[in-house]
């Protein structure tokens, strides 16, 4: 029989630069919603963010702007865990033995880790090579059994599951000497749902909308203002064609498709509801309305964040609190792995 695991959700954001509408479709919402249905852990992960050089003051303040993004979208930090990484020394610690357990071969196929290297590989740092190791870390350390993320993300996470298959079995006659039955980490689901798992760049429907990318109009930030949200849009890339009356009208028209996409994530509704409402309609019908949505729904969330990060005390109270409940979980977990490992402590 397969060990059954307390459901938990776990999911972090880094952070870097500004968090844009991917970030907020792709993650955010859906850690909104689950909120309802399970106890939920979401991490600031900026041990992750170092792999690249941050300066130090951005850093600090970057942390403290993904903390307000996540409250002013609706995570509430009282009933759940919301915490900066850093913090909590366990996850640098589960990731060591991580590195033990995951095969150079493993690593050597993450597709994020050659984009984000590419040519200058000799260059990088050791850490954004063993990153999806720490990434494994953060969900294994209270043994989360739901991580909710955008499509970008799933490599990462077969390999967290990946990592578990490999120290459930590798340490399996301890795990069960130890009381711990047949395995001691669950293989984590990702949860990839919904029309917006891959918002795409506004300037290009081949690129993913990063946070890295040069042109600030290929993004929707969360606290852009309505004029800049209105123009972004308007100025997004489409093609000449009216919109499709069906979703199967959408393929090979992948910037039609984002658009679409992210009104129908925005709006809560299936790409199938909002052809039926603008198919066969021109783009300039279809990008006013998209254009009022994102801001309907975007304007509260950056005024709200805006006036969250005026209170920095407030954020790291936050923050620190969240860090204290999560290391009594973490806590446990890593006595656990010393014991399984064989460590005296
Ligand atoms: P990060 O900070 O790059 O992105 C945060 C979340 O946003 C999602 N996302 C997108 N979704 C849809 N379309 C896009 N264009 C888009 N861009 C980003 C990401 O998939 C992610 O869910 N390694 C992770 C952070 C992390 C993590 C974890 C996640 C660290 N430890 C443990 C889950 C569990 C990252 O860099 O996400």
């Known amino acids: 029989m397969a060990p059954s695991f307390k459901p938990l959700v776990f ?8 968090l844009h509408l991917g970030n907020y479709l792709g993650a955010i919402v859906k850690f909104v919603e689950l909120q309802n249905s399970h106890d939920c852990i979401y991490c600031v992960v900026d041990l992750h963010a170092i792999t690249v050089w941050q300066d130090p003051a951005e850093l600090t303040k970057s942390i403290r702007e993904v903390t307000a993004a996540f409250i002013a979208c609706g995570i509430d930090p009282k009933k759940h865990i919301v915490f900066n990484q850093s913090q909590v020394h366990e996850h640098a610690e589960l990731a060591w033995i991580f590195n033990c357990v995951a095969r150079l071969g493993w690593l050597n196929r993450m597709t994020q880790f050659k984009e984000k290297a590419g040519k200058d590989r000799e260059n990088v740092s050791v850490g954004l090579y063993a990153y999806p190791n720490l990434m494994a870390a953060d969900i294994h350390a209270y043994r989360a059994t739901h991580v909710p993320v955008g499509e970008d993300q799933k490599q990462h996470l077969e390999l967290a599951r990946d990592i578990a298959q490999k120290f459930n079995t590798d ?9 711990f039955g047949e395995a001691f980490f669950p293989l984590p689901e990702p949860l990839i749902q919904g029309p917006a798992t891959r918002v795409m760049s506004l300037r290009d429907g081949a690129k993913k909308m990063s946070k890295s990318d040069a042109s600030d109009y290929s993004r929707i930030n969360l606290t852009d203002d309505a004029d800049a949200i209105a123009q ?16 199967k009208g959408l393929e090979k028209r992948p910037e039609a498709d984002n658009l679409v996409g992210i009104y129908a994530a925005l709006h809560n509704k299936t790409k199938s509801d909002v052809l039926n409402e603008f ?20 304007g509260p969330i950056g005024a709200e964040m805006k006036r969250l990060v005026q209170d920095p005390a407030h954020i790291d109270a936050i923050l620190r609190d ?9 806590a446990e977990t890593m006595k656990a792995v010393k014991d399984i490992v064989g460590f005296v402590h």
């Not at 969240?322 to 973490?330: E, L, V």
Request: hydrophobic share 35%.
């Open 322 to 330: 969240g860090s204290r409940r999560a290391s009594a979980i973490a």
């Open 232 to 247: 972004k849009v308007r100025k997004a890339k489409t093609d000449p064609e009216p919109l499709p009356s069906e979703e």
């Open 171 to 179: 340490f399996g006659a301890s795990i069960a000497a130890h009381g």
């Open 11 to 18: 999911s972090g954001v880094q952070p870097t630069g500004n």
């Open 279 to 298: 198919g066969g309609g021109q783009f300039s019908t279809f990008k006013t309305a998209l254009a009022d949505l994102a801001v309907a729904k975007l």
